[in-house]
């Protein structure tokens, strides 16, 4: 009977290794935490700052619509008061597009600045 005690106490003893090594192996995953904690801050230092970014572009792009808006709004006056098509006024026809582009670029990067 003592050669069964023995035994028994063997097995124990090496599932008690096998054990604390799973639980040491578990544990070494600190690493990857620590790891992709500093990443996550890294991203979000560059999601700030590209969103700071963002917003200084944004107000540059609303002041520059601000004056398109006024030279619009010159030239269809000039056309009406000349009796001439806006279609005569250099650049006329490429400042709507820029301003529709304006626009939906605006509309674009505020969706990102919520």
Avoid at 14 to 34: F, M, N, P, R, T
Avoid at 64 to 70: E, I, P, R
């Amino acid at each position: 009977m003592a050669k069964i005690v023995e035994i028994n106490k063997q097995e124990l003893s090496s599932e008690k290794v096998e054990l604390a090594g799973s639980i040491v192996d578990k544990l070494k995953y600190y690493i990857g935490v620590e790891n992709f904690s500093k990443n996550i801050d890294i991203g979000i230092e560059e999601i700030e700052s590209a969103k700071n970014s963002l917003k200084v572009d944004i107000d540059n792009l609303m002041d520059d619509m601000g004056t398109l808006a006024q030279g619009i709004n010159a030239a269809d006056k000039a056309a009406q008061l000349m009796g001439i098509s806006t279609k005569d006024i250099p650049n006329y026809d490429k400042a709507i597009k820029a301003a529709k582009l304006g626009f939906k670029q605006e509309s674009k990067a505020k969706k990102y600045l919520k």
